[in-house]
């Protein structure tokens, strides 16, 4: 069974920057689009951003031009590089595979402070 471990969380202000990762303990990673989501308190799992095996990408409007996400198969991993952090994306991160999903791993919690 696949084993997601997310890291990289932290308390940041206002327009600052953190970078996500997320391992997976199985190299099915390598076939399976990836996606990062978060989840605010009272809130719903939200889709912030998936990529394909092939690189493609795609973003939720909130997060277009500020969060990058990318991959290294040879690491299991996938990155959430996040910029221009607002308190609105404050929220515990998760990842999973897109359509597949594996069981929730711990998520890493992000806060971001006005």
């Known amino acids: 069974q696949v084993q997601l471990v997310e890291s990289g969380g932290g308390l940041v202000q206002a327009g600052g920057t953190l970078r996500l990762a997320c391992t997976a303990s199985?190299?099915?990673?390598?076939?399976?689009?990836m996606a990062w989501y978060r989840q605010a308190p009272g809130n719903q799992r939200e889709l912030v951003a998936s990529i394909s095996t092939g690189g493609f990408t795609n973003y939720a409007d909130s997060v277009k031009g500020r969060f990058t996400i990318s991959r290294d198969d040879a690491k299991n991993t996938a990155f959430l590089q996040m910029n221009s952090l607002k308190p609105e994306d404050t929220a515990v991160y998760y990842c999973?595979?897109?359509?597949?999903?594996?069981?929730w791993g711990q998520g890493t919690q992000v806060t971001v402070s006005s």
């Open positions: 999973n595979a897109l359509h597949r999903p594996w069981p």
């Open positions: 199985n190299e099915i990673f390598t076939i399976n689009t």
